[in-house]
């Protein structure tokens, strides 16, 4: 077959070489309502570069640029060659006219162009024996055409309160960080709504600490800018308000300070946070240590962490 479609190769693409005859063809085989679009002076045939490099040789294509109403478009002219004839037609054109309209986006325009595909076809089976439609080209035709090549669907965050995002379970905790990491006000009120619903709480004791860490990473570096952060007592008051929250992140937590302090953003977990207590949270510092102490967390770590005396933590277990 290969050596039948080079003759057929060479009489077909021959033929197009000739304006008159490729005008001829195309009134003879478009649509009246699309030729009366397409500006005929424009046509003309582009570089062979163009053409998709298919496998095989079974196919001739060429490609025509032209004016239609106006905007830079392209027709598209396959001719299929091989008496087993090609089911996928329909996806194999759909392929090729992304392509062709990604070459368009690249060479400078911003809009797609127009891509009119035709195929030729002379097989062996008679009438053409598939459907044109891509919808065919699924193992569920009906869903596909329900379902495929939609617009697709948009999560725009920029529109949502945060309540809307808060009822979306776990991953309302991504979406809440990916809203609000461009604001300039501080990041610390809603990494504290995050952690009084006790959704971190969750993901590190039912999802993956891993996760956990990657969520304080990306709040601590992208929504606070860390190096920001370690200027002010913000970057304190977020590792003392996450670990008052989720005591069971202790060790990852400080975990996390310790390679902040090594890359010179932090420095020091245990200054930090006695730092953010003498700035106002006292009571944040209150509730951790009770429950560092309920979790039966060592004395000496929860002072050195708090900066309570042990007067104040025997007061404490008193109450």
Known sequence: ???ISKPHDKLFKGTLQHRQITLDWLKAHLPKRILKLIDISTLKMVPNELSPKWPDTLYSDVVFSCKIKGQLSYIYILAEHQSSDDEMMAFRILCYVVELMNYHLKQGHKK?????PLVLY????????????IWECFEEPKLAKK???KPFQLID????????????GLASVMEILFKHYREKQSPLTWLEALLSEEKMTTIYTQVSRDYFKDVLRYFIEICGRASD???????????????????????DIMTFAQQLEKRGEKRGIEQGM???????ERQASLKMAKQLLASNVSRDIIKKITGFSEEELDSMMLH
């Open 229 to 251: 952060l370690a200027e002010s007592d913000e970057l304190d008051k977020s590792l003392a308000l996450s670990l008052n929250s989720v005591p069971q992140a202790k060790e």
């Open 1 to 3: 077959m290969p050596d």
């Open 147 to 149: 379902l495929a090549l």
């Open 112 to 116: 797609l162009p127009i891509v009119l």
């Open 274 to 280: 006695q730092q953010g207590m003498q700035q106002g």
């Open 157 to 168: 965050l920029t529109v949502m309160s945060d309540e809307e995002i808060n009822t979306h």
């Open 122 to 133: 002379h097989g062996e089976k008679s009438p053409y024996p598939h459907s044109r439609a």
